[in-house]
């Protein structure tokens, strides 16, 4: 073996076992042997710096060479694409295509994945155009990139047509289109293709069973999933040492609402990932499981196996958010300033997030003051939470300064100002910034944008207005816009508008719950008890249920929640009895009478109003005055619910906040309400 022979053979296994400073003392020794200039060994000098992570080396041995073939240029182009650089290593093909220098399989399928990576069609179509003009289509690496690449870029469609022309398929193959529609949401045929591919004969890869067990977590599809984990014991699979699989398995199970399930994989697996930990212990908070969310977070932070990174921070963070759990979210808070991941900006902006949704919008907006790592997402959070909390003016300040501090808004930031203007009841301000909207050729309109404008001619009694230019949409309407639009007739006693909306929204979405009770509001709110009574029997023999209404109050660092006529709490006696003292004092201070239309037209006028004061949120207002927040100075009381407050507890609350001097701060389904000296910030709207 000549010394050119042991030079290439030393700087492949440099190549091979990443072997950088072997790899650097072997290219001083080709340098010194006169042979700078050999194309086999300079192309394996760019394999071995693009594989150790040294890119700019790869490119100056490429720069310099004066001979280049087709090796050069992919091994090039894998350099790129391995460090995660799609628009580098297509540049890199664009540029080969004026060298006069002919792609192999290779260079057409690294460049596909490339267009996959990066998820543009349009440059992945061109290289499949150019496959099949040179005849590399069929080839299998190239045939099953082509595939992959239309899955990654959302062509599902086009993915599916060439798997089924496809005259070859392998692992790959049957692996790429799973992936493919269990990423678009399509698991029922993601297990179908698993399913047919064991008939064929294919034996299903750790790729495999990961893909098939997400497909399996997005369907909620416990009956498979539990045959697949089944089936890979008995092929003895062993998931203690398998941790992507043990990682999905975990997710899934999870996702079902199997969380024992869940625990016992976990405790299985020997190197547990972050995919492991990150499914369960989200899986625990959305249970609200706080406490063993919290216990296996403090296991995770002590691992020296993992550095938690910033999806765990900021999915952990949405889940305190949305059950506004600030106590928890400010714990994690302090910890992102420890960590290198921390300072991601998706992680600042779950912090944001997560201080909005609990109220403090004091805090958020100190945080977003101070930090200067601020994209379009941070700026919308906050247009978003302001919107929330009522403050339209500050929204469109927000959105007026972002402008000038160049930052362009996109669709979801005029959806957040819309809603801004709309919530705070600003109609001027709301219909000039929907006419930019309308004018800026940038930014697709959507449907949801023009239910801010209907929601806003709503709230100001021009309902026929709303109706109207529901009508002249180019879009086509949504079940959401018809809602907002029946929401307004509800308020303003429009039955006949309302009517007309309601019976559209049975025909086209029957089977949802909210469509009846709103119906079936607008009707007993106007008096119409026949028609009230004809769309309740109607919810009843459909077998349809009501979402549970919960109510939720942190004290002490402890969350309590309460659904409706809740007698669970050991308290329950005193809370009723504080309620019922509440009641008496707003009586004989304010006037305060039962919103009686809001509880069941067909039982006593005594017993609705019994049933009126065990709602969700009296009974966590009750629990907050029983454990004495008043006594201890705390003059702002959180309340947050799941479902939208009703016009009873909204009057109760409004009365309570002024005979006892206290700021309720209520989160509902829709907006905060600030109750201060018997108003709300909601212009009793909501």
């Given amino acids: 073996m000549n010394e050119r022979q042991r030079s290439a053979n030393l700087l492949r296994n440099c190549s091979k076992n990443l072997l950088l400073d072997q790899g650097l003392q072997a290219h001083g020794l080709v340098m010194r042997m006169g042979l700078g200039f050999d194309l086999m060994l300079n192309n394996d000098l760019i394999d071995m710096y693009s594989k150790c992570g040294r890119i700019g080396n790869a490119r100056e ?44 399989e290779y260079t057409f399928s690294t460049n596909l994945k490339a267009s996959g990576m990066l998820g543009v069609a349009e440059n992945g179509t061109q290289i499949h155009g150019m496959c099949a003009k040179s005849g590399h289509e069929w080839v299998a690496v190239v045939s099953n990139a082509i595939l992959d690449m239309y899955a990654k870029c959302g ?30 949401g399509n698991g029922e045929r993601a297990l179908v293709l698993f399913r047919k591919m064991q008939e064929l004969g294919e034996v299903p890869d750790e790729y495999t069973i990961t893909s098939t067990l997400k497909a399996c977590s997005g369907l909620g599809a416990i009956g498979q999933g539990s045959q ?23 997710d899934m199970y999870v996702k079902c609402r199997h969380l024992t399930e869940a625990q016992r994989v976990f405790d299985q697996v020997e190197q547990k990932n972050l995919i492991s930990w990150s499914a369960l212990i989200l899986g625990y908070a959305q249970e609200c499981n706080l406490t063993q969310a919290m216990d296996l977070f403090g296991k995770l932070r002590a691992s020296l196996c993992h550095q938690v990174d910033g999806f765990v921070l900021s999915s952990l963070m949405g889940v305190f958010a949305d059950f506004a759990l600030v106590e928890q979210g400010r714990q994690i808070h302090a910890f992102t300033t420890k960590i290198p991941s921390g300072s991601d900006i998706s992680v600042f902006n779950s912090i944001l997030d997560m201080y909005l949704k609990c109220g403090l919008t004091d805090e958020a907006e100190r945080l977003f003051n101070e930090t200067p790592l601020r994209n379009v997402i941070s700026w919308t959070i906050m ?36 809603s801004a203007c709309s919530h705070s009841g600003l109609i001027q301000e709301c219909q000039y ?23 806003l001619l709503g709230r100001a009694g021009r309902v026929k207005e709303a109706k109207n230019l529901i009508d002249s949409m180019l879009l086509k309407p ?42 079936s509001n607008l009707y007993a709110e106007a008096g119409y008890w026949k028609e009230c009574e004809r769309i309740r029997k109607l919810f009843k023999m459909k077998g349809l249920k009501k979402d549970a209404g919960r109510s939720w109050v942190e004290i002490d660092k402890e969350v309590y929640f309460f659904y409706n006529r809740d007698e669970t709490h050991p308290l329950t006696e005193k809370i009723h009895q504080v309620l019922k ?34 709602h969700s949120e009296k009974l966590a207002i009750g629990l907050a005055l029983v454990c004495g927040e008043l006594k201890k100075g705390n003059r702002t009381i959180r309340i947050f619910k799941n479902l939208r407050v009703c016009g009873d507890c909204h009057a109760f609350i409004k009365g309570l906040s002024k005979v006892l001097k206290v700021v309720f701060l209520v989160r509902d389904a829709n907006r905060f309400h600030k109750f201060e000296d018997g108003l709300c910030s909601c212009g009793d709207y909501w």
């Fill in 61 to 104: 041995v490429f720069d310099r060479m004066p001979e280049r073939n087709v090796v050069s240029w992919t091994a090039l182009m894998c350099g790129y694409l391995n460090r995660g650089n799609a628009k580098g290593c297509l540049s890199l093909f664009s540029e080969m295509g004026f060298s006069g220098i002919k792609p192999n």
């Fill in 581 to 614: 003292e509440m009641e008496n004092r707003i009586k004989s201070e304010l006037g305060y009478i039962h919103g009686v239309r809001f509880a069941l037209h067909d039982v006593e006028e005594e017993s609705k109003e019994e049933s009126l004061r065990f």
């Fill in 155 to 184: 062509r599902v469609g086009e993915a599916s047509r060439m798997f089924g022309v496809m005259p070859a398929k392998n692992i790959i193959t049957w692996n790429a289109m799973i992936a493919g529609y269990t990423v678009e």
């Fill in 478 to 519: 949504n079940i959401g816009i018809w809602q907002t639009l029946l929401s307004a007739c509800r308020v303003h006693g429009e039955v006949e508008i309302g009517g007309q909306v309601g019976e559209m929204l049975l025909r086209l979405d029957g089977d949802n719950p909210v469509n009846y009770v709103m119906l």
């Fill in 228 to 250: 697949i984990h089944s089936a890979l014991i008995t092929r003895g699979f062993l998931c203690s040492v398998r941790t992507t699989i043990a990682g999905a398995l975990v």
């Fill in 433 to 455: 910034y929907f006419s930019r909207l309308c004018h800026d050729k940038r930014i697709k309109k959507t449907v949801e944008h023009y239910a801010c404008m209907v929601d």
């Fill in 383 to 418: 247009i978003t939470g302001y919107g929330k909390h009522g403050l339209g003016k500050k929204a469109m300040h927000l959105f007026n300064q972002m402008q000038l501090e160049e930052i362009e808004p996109d669709g979801v930031t005029y959806l957040a100002v819309l």
